[in-house]
């Protein structure tokens, strides 16, 4: 049993930095897989990023460079998010995974958070 607290969304104008933050608690030594999830208004959720238990990371081609992920003291998922743009708005989801396999899709993940917005401004 995992539950999943984002924290960290906010309002902030294009060129700026966010730091997500998602807190684990429950059992989180069967999590094989974390990532991060966002869906903006009209379009489908799309996979952002993704750390496997071995510590490997998969960045989606539309923020790499600009978004890293990473764990912080075994229960903490992170997403540094820099040089915000505007079609990054979106509702951002911490998500987990228990399965074999951790890739950057929803099909790997089966618990989830409630979101965090972030908006971006022009």
């Known amino acids: 049993q995992v539950q999943l607290v984002e924290s960290g969304g906010a309002s902030v104008q294009a060129g700026g930095s966010l730091r997500l933050s998602c807190a684990a608690s429950?059992?989180?030594?069967?999590?094989?897989?974390m990532g991060w999830f966002r869906q903006a208004p009209g379009k489908r959720r799309e996979a952002v990023a993704r750390?496997?238990?071995?510590?490997?990371t998969g960045i989606a081609e539309s923020v790499k460079g600009r978004f890293t992920i990473s764990k912080e003291h075994a229960n903490t998922l992170i997403l540094q998010m820099n040089n915000l743009k505007p079609e990054d708005t979106a509702m951002y989801y911490c998500?987990?995974?228990?399965?074999?396999?951790?890739?950057?899709?929803?099909?790997?993940?089966?618990?989830w958070g409630q979101g965090t917005q972030v908006t971006v401004s022009s």
């Open positions: 750390i496997a238990s071995d510590g490997n």
């Open positions: 998500a987990a995974g228990v399965g074999a396999y951790c890739y950057l899709g929803e099909a790997f993940f089966s618990i």
């Open positions: 429950g059992s989180t030594y069967s999590l094989s897989c």
